[in-house]
């Protein structure tokens, strides 16, 4: 067969258990559920970074924070430093090779480089209730869509932010229903924008990024989406409310609102709201995988399958990201190889999500980079390799004050923070809720030294010296 095609789907803060392939009953995932029936499903599968923009630099790179240099957000998200000029992503790599690239939606890549076409938003943005004039910069849905949906609904842009003025946007915590029809929704949108590109007659291979801007916050699902789950139907976490005295003191009491609340109510609706926006984007695969089979491109096509970090959605009464706690950075990660290709439906071992550059390289023909820290997946997903086995994960918050770094391995998972108290240590396969943070108990200091002295070596192995020429 020839070079394939490759797609690549991410979305925005999607928890790796909103997937029925991962055990959930009661989110509605069909089309995702099909896909891991069709090729690999990494079960445990780590961001390198739990927030957005690092975490994807990662994602372009195959490189860690620390490596490429993006290692944080401003909370201004447009002055957030992009990839260094010398930094060369995955797409660059394919370019050479004679790839077609392309992006819609949100890559959050400042600059984009390496693509011959985009239709890029920055996102759904919570915080921004205006488009224009916030201290925080422009509306990050930003003026390609702007443009595209004035077009079809003049005015329309300027409801998003109407909306947002209401007062039910911050009492439910953004969880609302979308004031736009479905088929002008940001994701249907960009959904059109990768379906239209697929579907060209392209005289060479092509790469597509589909980056989905859900089910990231504002949880603001169009209808029918936004009813589709009763708030008693929906499931909170078991930790919502837990006792959490025995994680650092920067990480207890929710870090939120939802530790506040008299009762369940609010995390109840805005995870209704969210799980809407799980099968509101099934909903969307589903069309864009008709549309690669109606073209007779489907065999012949890499598609991976991922999301940028996760959402705690009320774990130790939290919102949002920027812990290692599993709700944060553990993601679902799916792996389809053309159809001639060997596959093994599922692999346990831990695995890094940056780890999609080097696996896209390796599928499309062109050699890994040796600057490049990741390992591909392709043998893992043939059968003839085992998983990594760990996941390296940094953080530092946005005004580079408060740092951590952690290492998660098949069996524990270790968090060391710069603050007084700031380690973690939790068995996983014994404690996989993240309830006992064995840093704290004495007779476990010799594992906490153990897996000190592990993230201590993989970060000194991350550092060793690549020549460039």
């Known amino acids: 067969m020839d070079r394939p095609n490759i ?55 195959g490189r860690y924070t620390r490596q490429h240099g993006v290692s944080y957000m401003e909370a201004a998200v447009d002055s957030t430093p992009g990839l260094p000029p010398w930094e060369k992503t995955f797409m660059e790599h394919l370019q050479d090779a004679g790839y077609v690239t392309a992006a819609f939606g949100k890559i959050h890549m400042m600059p ?38 004035d077009s079809v609904h003049p005015g ?10 209401e007062p039910e946007y911050r009492k439910y915590m953004t969880a609302i229903s979308n004031v736009l029809p479905l088929e002008e929704y940001i994701d249907t949108w960009i959904t059109e924008n990768t379906r239209e590109f697929v579907a060209r007659d392209h005289d060479r291979p092509f790469f597509a ?36 005295s025995d994680k650092p003191k920067h990480l207890q009491n929710g870090g939120g609102r939802f530790a506040k609340e008299p009762d369940d109510s609010l995390i109840r609706r805005v995870t209704a709201y969210y799980w809407g926006l799980c099968t509101y984007i099934d909903d969307m695969m589903e069309r864009l995988f008709q549309t690669l089979a109606k073209c007779g491109k489907a065999d012949n096509t890499l598609i991976i399958f991922t999301s940028d970090h996760g959402d705690h959605m009320g774990d130790w009464s939290r919102g949002g990201k920027g812990t290692f706690w599993e709700g944060s950075a553990r993601v679902p990660f799916i792996v389809v190889p053309p159809s001639d ?68 391995t098949n069996r524990y998972k270790y968090a060391f923070w710069n603050t007084e108290d700031g380690q973690e240590l939790y068995d996983m396969q014994e404690d996989p809720l993240e309830m006992r943070n064995l840093a704290r108990d004495p007779g476990s200091q010799d594992l906490v030294r153990q897996h000190k002295e592990m993230l201590l070596q993989h970060l000194l192995d991350s550092e060793k010296p690549i020549r460039r020429w």
């Not at 693509?115 to 919570?126: I, M, N, R, S, V």
């Not at 329309?156 to 003025?165: A, D, H, K, P, S």
């Not at 504002?218 to 909170?236: G, N, Q, R, S």
């Not at 003839?384 to 004050?401: I, K, T």
């Open 7 to 61: 797609i690549l789907i991410t979305t925005d803060e999607q928890r790796w258990d909103t997937l029925g392939c991962y055990g959930n009953q009661k989110v509605k995932t069909p089309t995702l559920d099909a896909l891991a029936e069709k090729g690999t499903l990494f079960a445990k599968a780590y961001n390198q970074n739990p927030v957005c923009i690092p975490a994807r630099a990662c994602l372009q790179t």
């Open 112 to 149: 984009p480089k390496g693509y011959h076409e985009t239709q890029l938003t920055g996102g759904k943005g919570a915080r921004w209730t205006q488009s224009y004039g916030s201290p925080l910069g422009p509306g990050p849905l930003g003026p390609v869509y702007a443009r595209w949906l």
């Open 209 to 244: 990024w589909c980056g989905i801007c859900g089910p990231h916050g504002p949880f603001d699902p169009p209808k029918p989406y936004d009813t589709m789950y009763p708030y008693d139907y929906v499931d909170i976490s078991p930790t919502y409310l837990a006792d959490d």
């Open 156 to 165: 329309g842009y300027e409801l998003i932010y109407e909306q947002r003025r």
């Open 341 to 408: 290709m060997p596959r093994v439906p599922h692999v346990d071992g831990v695995i890094g999500t940056f780890q999609v550059a080097p696996t896209i390289l390796e599928y499309a023909g062109v050699e890994i980079p040796k600057e490049m820290q990741a390992t591909s997946l392709k043998p893992v997903v043939e059968g003839a390799e085992v998983a990594p086995g760990f996941a390296l994960c940094e953080f530092e918050d946005n005004n580079q004050v408060r740092r951590g770094k952690s290492i998660t």
